[in-house]
């Protein structure tokens, strides 16, 4: 079936840097765009990225455009989020999903604090 595993979060200062990975199973990588999606505690999931099939058009949250980027791996089948000059307000779990495939993983706990 198909599955998201997220790994790499954990307690950063602020202005720290993060990657988290994504790592996909159950369906043909090369045939969906891939997004990350976060949710802080009281507060609704909301969108942070996307990255189309191809790997060439991304698109950001105006929240995290110029901080975070994107990437995929078709040969691993994964998906990262580079996460730069982190703020307290980032804090949230995030989760990996994919457009034809909209399922949620356990996700993975970012904490920005001092």
């Known amino acids: 079936q198909v599955q998201f595993v997220e790994s790499g979060g954990g307690l950063v200062q602020p202005g720290g840097s993060l990657r988290l990975s994504c790592t996909t199973s159950g369906f043909v990588f090369g045939t969906t765009a891939l997004k990350w999606y976060r949710q802080a505690p009281g507060k609704e999931r909301e969108f942070v990225a996307r990255i189309d099939e191809t790997g060439r058009r991304k698109n950001y949250a105006d929240s995290v455009r110029g901080r975070f980027i994107m990437s995929r791996d078709s040969a691993k089948k994964m998906t990262f989020l580079q996460m730069n000059d982190l703020k307290p307000e980032d804090t949230a779990m995030y989760y990996c999903?994919?457009?034809?495939?909209?399922?949620w993983g356990q996700g993975t706990q970012v904490t920005v604090d001092s």
């Open positions: 999903t994919a457009d034809r495939y909209p399922t």
